[in-house]
T-cell receptor, first 116, second 115 residues
């Protein structure tokens, strides 16, 4: 597709369950980012992938959060044992020229996660 | 300390008027980039404009311009001839060369354009 694709668009889960969120970046984009946006807040960096390099996991809030990127393309963000404070919109973004400060991030429409 | 500060939680502007959304930043990295994004109520994040720390001229993209004052560490977004469709949340963001490629976002400014 032409843009960053995320699925599902909405996810409601019970506290304590695991969830997987998927991101399909723009074809050819080498860098992939996950951000979290809580209601009415700015964007909180979670994790960044660049090619085959080790990901930058510095924004992951706890060890319940993990992400992988297979084949340098699709990425999955996994949240284990979900808590109510995990409720947020999870945004994925990709960029074409990682390492270049002028390369904008192109965002998907996000996955709205609600933990009940 | 906050890396990106947006001090206006909400702004109103009349249609066809110009509006300035404030953004100040904090970095010791000599090489960095500043970005503005628009987020309408639909939730998508739309890239608007970019300014590099070494750029001599202020960036412009159509009705958007960036008033870059490096010594003051400010990067205000100016929207000229406001339209109803400009009503949205606007985020300022920064990428530092030595910051691992992530964009750090401000808390945003909610802009409402009125008739």
């Amino acid at each position: 597709g032409a843009g960053v694709s995320q699925s599902p668009s909405n996810k409601v889960t019970e506290k304590g369950k695991d969830v997987e969120l998927r991101c399909d970046p723009i074809s050819g984009h080498t860098a992939l980012y996950w951000y979290r946006q809580s209601l009415g807040q700015g964007l909180e960096f979670l994790i960044y992938f660049q090619g085959n390099s080790a990901p930058d996991k510095s924004g992951l809030p706890s060890d319940r959060f993990s992400a992988e990127r297979t084949g340098g393309s699709v990425s999955t963000l996994t949240i284990q044992r979900t808590q109510q404070e995990d409720s947020a919109v999870y945004l994925c973004a990709s960029s074409s020229r990682a390492g270049m400060s002028d390369s904008p991030l192109h965002f998907g429409n996000g996955t709205r996660l609600t933990v009940t | 300390a906050q890396k990106i500060t947006q001090t206006q939680p909400g702004m109103f502007v009349q249609e066809k008027e110009a509006v300035t959304l404030d953004c100040t930043y904090d970095t010791s990295d000599p090489s960095y980039g500043l970005f503005w994004y628009k987020q309408p109520s639909s939730g998508e994040m739309i890239f608007l404009i970019y300014q590099g720390s070494y750029d001599q001229q202020n960036a412009t993209e159509g009705r958007y311009s960036l008033n870059f004052q490096k010594a003051r560490k400010s990067a205000n977004l100016v929207i000229s001839a406001s339209q109803l469709g400009d009503s949205a949340m606007y985020f300022c963001a920064m990428r530092e060369e030595g910051g691992g490629n992530k964009l750090t976002f401000g808390t945003g400014t909610q802009l409402k354009v009125e008739l």
